[in-house]
């Protein structure tokens, strides 16, 4: 993997977004010369079109990235990143068209456009098709050696056999003297040299799955190894990268205290993403006023009760703040106390299922992060009530609140709505990846993904 601003990419991602960019510079240049040689007009020198022909290749990859192109799923399925890329590119044009049309340039035509698109579906299919199986091979991915044979080496296991992974397993070592869980567990005794068996098998990574450290961390061993050249990694960093989540089952307070994350640094970045709340909350609120006004009126219409409601949640070094939304529920719908939403919830009004689906209830919250009680982006605020609860039963519960809450965050975008303690484990294992991990290179990505969740109703509940 290739880690940029303390956020790891897959190296089938990047060099999938490397031909990208070649091809949909090329698909510009080639619309460009189509459409001039249809008009009689001299295509001129390449060099003069390249800004151009840079915007484009930009503005669509940053629509393929929003839409999830590069995604897991985009990656092993045809079909879905056909059908992705379609929706991507689409939305690219029409952002260019509407820009060229505001700022007044003819640096885009319309006819060109169009023949842009063409060449661009064409050649990004075309791209996925000859690059899809040679991505997913074994070729491309880093050879693997664990150091343990028990639960952790098996879940090791399960997180290679992904179709999506971007690793395979070349053996594992037996490091006690305890009865191996893989089955296939070379015994560490078997090995006499282990700096060698390490080069013969071409590893390029050696992990430690240990389940028990104690008289079994083979020091020099892994001292020889470090110093050929091979990555040597604990399990939970290992997990952490390959997952984008902290795992709560095997972490420690050493590891998130000696491990890379909450650096220094993030005072400057807060000031940038402060800078950023305001600028683009105050902008939103202003582009989105009429939308809010006309579905507060539609929820009056729905059902008895307020348009709008406020609600504690916890926020910032756990002080408690008021967020504000558009009523979704019935008014006596918490009657009987707190309690978590519910799959096809009865407690929801027909206006309200609509307005949750495509999220015009959290547009209010802008507000809320325009006074800077709230960031864009952040591990969602949770309630008073709930919050008491987790915290007994979640450990580094209280961690997540090291951070300003946010609208979306890294958990909305990759984990499913869910409203239960074994949901909330889940989304706080991507809260603590957002926490200690947290750059705006990070908050750009999610600020992006949350287009996806948003067009496809992901999370929505």
Do not use: C
Request: aromatic letters at 10%.
């Amino acid at each position: 993997m290739i880690r940029l601003f303390k956020h790891y990419i897959p190296h089938a991602v990047v060099l999938l977004w490397f031909v990208d960019v070649l091809l949909l510079v090329s698909a510009n240049e080639m619309s460009w010369r189509l459409r001039a040689g249809q008009i009689g007009m001299d295509p001129g020198e390449l060099a003069t079109r390249m800004g151009p022909h840079a915007i484009f290749a930009a503005v669509i990859v940053l629509s393929m990235i929003a839409v999830g192109v590069y995604g897991a799923d985009a990656l092993r399925s045809m079909r879905f990143a056909a059908a992705r890329l379609l929706v991507a590119i689409s939305l690219g044009v029409i952002a260019l068209s509407f820009a060229d049309f505001v700022i007044g340039e003819q640096n885009f035509w319309r006819s060109t456009l169009a023949y842009s698109m063409a060449f661009a579906i064409a050649f990004l299919v075309f791209n996925r098709l000859l690059l899809g199986g040679f991505l997913g091979t074994s070729a491309f991915r880093r050879r693997v050696l664990v150091l343990g044979a028990g639960n952790r080496a098996q879940r090791l296991r399960e997180l290679a056999e992904r179709p999506e992974s971007g690793f395979v397993i070349v053996g594992y070592l037996s490091m006690s003297e305890a009865r191996p869980l893989v089955e296939e567990a070379i015994p560490r005794g078997a090995i006499p040299n282990l700096t060698r068996f390490v080069e013969n098998l071409g590893v390029s990574e050696v992990v430690l799955a240990l389940e028990e450290r104690r008289n079994a961390l083979p020091l020099k061993d892994l001292l020889r190894i470090k110093t050929a050249g091979v990555h040597v990694n604990e399990f939970s960093s290992f997990l952490e990268r390959e997952t984008g989540r902290v795992d709560l089952d095997t972490v420690n307070p050493s590891w998130l205290i000696f491990s890379d994350g909450f650096s220094s640094g993030r005072a400057i970045s807060s000031v940038a993403k402060r800078i950023f709340d305001v600028t683009a909350s105050a902008l939103l609120l202003l582009i989105t006023t009429p939308v809010i006004l006309l579905f507060a009126l539609l929820v009056k219409l729905d059902s008895k009760g307020p348009a709008f409601y406020r609600q504690s949640r916890v926020g910032l070094f756990g002080e408690s703040f008021d967020v504000i939304k558009l009523r979704s529920m019935r008014t006596d719908a918490e009657a009987a106390g707190a309690k978590w939403a519910q799959k096809d919830d009865p407690r929801i009004t027909r206006v309200g299922r609509f307005i949750r689906k495509v999220r015009i209830d959290e547009l209010p919250q802008t507000w809320t992060v325009l006074k800077g009680e709230m960031s864009f982006v952040g591990p969602r605020p949770e309630r008073p009530e709930f919050v008491a609860d987790l915290e007994e039963q979640l450990p580094y519960y209280a961690e997540r609140h090291m951070v300003k809450p946010g609208i979306t965050g890294w958990a909305q975008i990759n984990y499913p709505y869910g409203a239960s303690i074994e949901d909330s484990r889940h989304k706080l294992e991507y809260d603590l990846y957002y926490a200690k991990n947290y750059t705006p290179f990070l908050d750009f990505l999610i600020i992006l993904q949350t287009l996806r969740v948003v067009l496809w109703s992901e999370g929505a509940r």
